[in-house]
């Protein structure tokens, strides 16, 4: 993306080896200008035949197109509900508020959707052992596609705070887990150099197939909203690899007339996780790396290697940078939960996001807003139950749902129902 030296597809190859930049797929936008449209899209609507029920593979022409059907590892994933919740829009300030669930793919996060792409491009390299650096849902998404492709999966461990329910998924897919002494950051840096040695291929988002793959997160919302662009998207940002995705969707769906005008981007930082938000105040000039630390495990990195992609993509969408603390996050996914929809605590940032900057006057309060919620409610189990107990460190829990003990007695539970107020 930096010095426009291109490399073939069937190259193993994640950053440029003339300037060590970060790669982009480039698609042949003029040839697609001609190729496709809304309709395209719309007639697979439905469709029970693979690769199209995918809603990934749905874009195929634009995630990727030359690739053999029978190569392609789909689940299918995608395919996500986008809700209206008028009860959250109210909570956050605006009239109409929009939420992408993605943790309504296949494992239980977005990862799947670049996992897809990301597999797909290891059997096109004729590879056999596929690993990542993870601070929970890409090792899940990994172990998963891996085991359905008949592929070694390898995932790299921080020593941490790793939610439970992710690397249960891991090892319940039979990925080979190693927990390694290090934070995210130095995880990823240790999987590139070992997967180099070893030649296995590097499944994080510094590989731009998965990042084809996150982009129908944009495309599968303006489609669902019938191709109307909203005002806004909002997203939390951890190693800026949706962030990034959704800026080159984007940019790929005007520069095909396949939508008039760019919602603008929000990224949503932990404020204990926040070199985007610190590089943003500095306009944009340079990222310093931070230590991380955040309850939201999904975004607890310091020191994003998407950093220069996700620049672009505020730029071409005019885009904002805002932080949530931890206390704002739990609280937000208490809303969240409480809808019925639920989401990891990563996710919340998305609507808490719009929370705050509907309070700056950045968000108008009659626009549009679309929120992506990343994960799913029951990957990160403990944060729910130690946060409607109250027993989070330095988080008090202002929408708790209190676990009632009772006698098995009519009389005992008679007593708890008559007191229980509705919340
Ligand atoms: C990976 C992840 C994120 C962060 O996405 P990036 O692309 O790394 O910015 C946010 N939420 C959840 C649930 C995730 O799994
Ligand atoms: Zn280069």
Redesign the pocket.
Known sequence: MDCGHQYPTDQIIYTCSVCGGLLDVQHDLDTLRTSISRATFDERLGTLERPYNSGVWRYKELVYPDVADDLIVSRPEGNTNLYDSPRLAAWVGVQKLYLKH??ENPTG???DR?MTGGVTQARVLGINRVACAS????SASLAAYAAWAGLDGIVFFQNKQIALG?LAQAIAYGATGIQVNADFDRNLELVREVAEKLGIYVLN?INPFRLEG?KTIMIETIQQLRWRVPDWIV???????????FGKALYELKALGLIDRLPRLA?IQADGANPLYRSYQNGLKSLEPVHAETI?T??K?GN?V?YRK?VRALHWTGGVVEEVSDQEIMDAKAQIDRTGIG?????A?SVVGVRKLVEKGVIGRNETVVG?????VL?DADAVINYHSNQLDGIEAHYPNHLHQSEATVAALSEILAVREPN
């Open positions: 993605e943790g996060s977005f990862k670049g601070t929970g849902n890409t992710k988002s996150q997203v939390p940002g951890g190693n800026l690899g949706n962030s990034s995705a990224i939201a999904a975004i990195i994003p998407n996700a989401c990891e605590p990563a996710s940032c992506i919620l990343t994960g799913h990957k």
